[in-house]
C-alpha cells in the first residue's frame, strides 16, 4: 500500500511570504501529525488532526496553522516566513493515535531566504 | 509533558563492533517507539515495546523497554555501514508521540 506522501519535496520562499505543505496518510489512517525538524531544536510537534478536528497542538506561533479534509489529507499553512522557519517539516500518520504506531512522510525541507 | 533524553548524542564505531543507545524518560513509558532517519529523510519504524521487560529483536537490532518502564535501549549487533543514520526514540504522550534529540551513528568500514 502507499506510504505518506508528502508535497513538495523542496520549497525556497523569500521572508514574509507564505507556505503552505501537503500530506497525504496511509490509507485508512484517521491521524495525522506534524513536526518540524531542525538542527538545534530536534523534531519537535506542531499539532494533530484526527477526523477533520485538531486534537492537540504544540508550542509553535500562531503563524503557523493547518487543517484537515474529509478524506483525512492534511494541509500545513506558515504565513509570514521567517528566516528560523526553514527546516525539514514532517508529517506522520496513524490509524488512530500514537498507539497504533506512526508513519511518517519523507518531509518537506523549506529554505527561508 | 513527557520528555526523553537520548545518549549518547553520537557515536563513532568501526564496522562490526557492538553498540547500545539509551533512551530515558522522565515519565514512565505507556509506548516507547525506535525510529532510524536517514539525513534529510523521513523516519523508519523500527519496533515498539509497550511491556516491562519486553524485548524485541530485528535483524541485528534488538531493544528492550527496562521493567520500571523509564528507560529503553537499542542494541545492534556486528554494525555494519547501512545502520549508519540517527536513531530517535519516541513515546506516546497525551495522543502525541515526542521524541528524543537522537543518536547519530557513523560507522567506519
Known amino acids: 500500500k502507499a506510504g505518506v506522501t508528502q508535497t513538495p519535496r523542496y520549497l525556497i520562499k523569500t521572508r514574509g511570504q507564505q507556505v503552505t505543505l501537503s500530506c497525504s496518510p496511509i490509507?485508512?489512517?484517521?491521524?495525522v501529525s506534524w513536526y518540524q525538524q531542525t538542527p538545534g531544536q530536534g523534531l519537535q510537534f506542531l499539532f494533530e488532526?484526527?477526523?477533520?478536528?485538531?486534537?492537540n497542538k504544540g508550542n509553535f506561533p500562531g503563524r503557523f496553522s493547518g487543517r484537515q479534509f474529509s478524506n483525512s489529507r492534511s494541509e500545513m499553512n506558515v504565513s509570514t516566513l521567517e528566516l528560523g522557519d526553514s527546516a525539514l517539516y514532517l508529517c506522520a500518520s496513524s490509524r488512530a493515535s500514537a498507539n497504533y504506531g506512526y508513519t511518517f512522510g519523507s518531509g518537506t525541507r523549506l529554505t527561508v531566504v | 509533558s513527557q520528555e526523553l533524553e537520548q545518549s549518547p548524542q553520537s557515536l563513532i564505531v568501526q564496522e562490526g563492533k557492538n553498540l547500545t543507545i539509551n533512551c530515558t524518560s522522565s515519565?514512565?513509558?505507556?509506548?516507547l517507539y525506535w525510529y532510524k532517519q536517514k539525513y534529510g529523510e523521513g523516519l523508519i519504524f523500527l519496533m515498539m515495546?509497550?511491556?516491562?521487560?519486553e524485548e524485541k529483536s530485528h535483524e541485528k537490532i534488538t531493544a528492550k523497554l527496562d521493567e520500571k518502564k523509564q528507560q529503553s535501549s537499542l542494541h545492534i549487533t556486528a554494525s555494519q555501514p547501512s545502520h549508519a543514520g540517527i536513531y530517535l526514540c519516541?513515546?506516546?504522550?497525551?495522543?502525541?508521540?515526542?521524541f528524543g534529540a537522537g543518536t547519530r551513528l557513523t560507522v567506519k568500514p
Open positions: 488532526y484526527f477526523s477533520e478536528t485538531q486534537r
Open positions: 515495546l509497550q511491556k516491562g521487560g
Open positions: 490509507s485508512g489512517h484517521r491521524s
Open positions: 519516541g513515546a506516546d504522550d497525551n495522543n502525541d508521540m515526542r
Open positions: 515519565k514512565t513509558l505507556y509506548g
